[in-house]
Structure formats: C-alpha cells, structure tokens
Nanobody
C-alpha cells in the first residue's frame, strides 16, 4: 500500500516562503520503488478544480522537473531518494496560491495529468 504524507503547510503573508515535504512509503508495484516513479504536487483552491503545480522524475541522467506556468520561477521541486521524500519550496507566495496542496506519485507519463497515488493534502493560506 502506498502512503504519501504531506507536511509544512500554514498561514503566511504574501511574499513569504514555505517548504512542503512529502514522505513516501510502500511500493507502487512489484519490484518497484519510488525511485522509479515520478513525484509531484497538485493543488486545489476553494471553488476550483485540482490543478497540476510541479513534478519531478528520476532517470539515469538525473532529475527532470516540470512546473505549471503559474508557479514557474517561484516554486522549486526537489527530491531526496535516500529518504523517499519530495519537497516543494515556495517563494514569493501570492494570495492566489492559497489551496490545499496534494503530494502525488506515479509513472512519469501521467504525473502531470492523472497520477494514481495521492496524499491527504496540506493547507496553504496566503493573506495580503
């Protein structure tokens, strides 16, 4: 059974920074580890649909990162494979970044659209 546990959300003023963490455990399939999966973050603002925010994959030549246009240049995703943990460093936060942030994991080909594994979410609230 796959478990994704997020932490690091909170209430901050616009312009501040937060770092989200997601610790992964379990296996996504026979003989697999999280090192063979992409991991990432989606978010859902009040009254809106969930949307992709950032993702990171891992391959023989290193990590590939992907960002939504709305967070590019402000958010940075990274992963610690030794700890099966992914981080989202969020800088220059804006009120429109207010949302529940979900950690996700799955095959790289679907990580930005339909990842199969989801965490419970952590609330980020940015006030002006």
């Amino acid at each position: 059974q796959v478990q994704l546990v997020e932490s690091g959300g909170g209430l901050v003023q616009a312009g501040a920074s937060l770092r989200l963490s997601c610790a992964a455990s379990g296996r996504t399939g026979p003989g697999t580890t999280f090192r063979s999966n992409a991991m990432g973050w989606f978010r859902q603002a009040p009254g809106k649909e969930r949307e992709f925010a950032a993702a990171i994959s891992w391959g023989w030549i290193g990590a590939g990162t992907y960002y939504a246009d709305s967070v590019k240049g402000r958010f940075t995703i990274s992963r610690d494979n030794a700890r099966d943990t992914v981080y989202l460093q969020m800088n220059s936060l804006k009120p429109e970044d207010t949302a529940v942030y979900y950690c996700v994991a799955g095959p790289p080909v679907v990580i930005t659209t339909a990842p199969p594994h989801w965490g419970q979410g952590t609330q980020v609230t940015v006030f002006s």
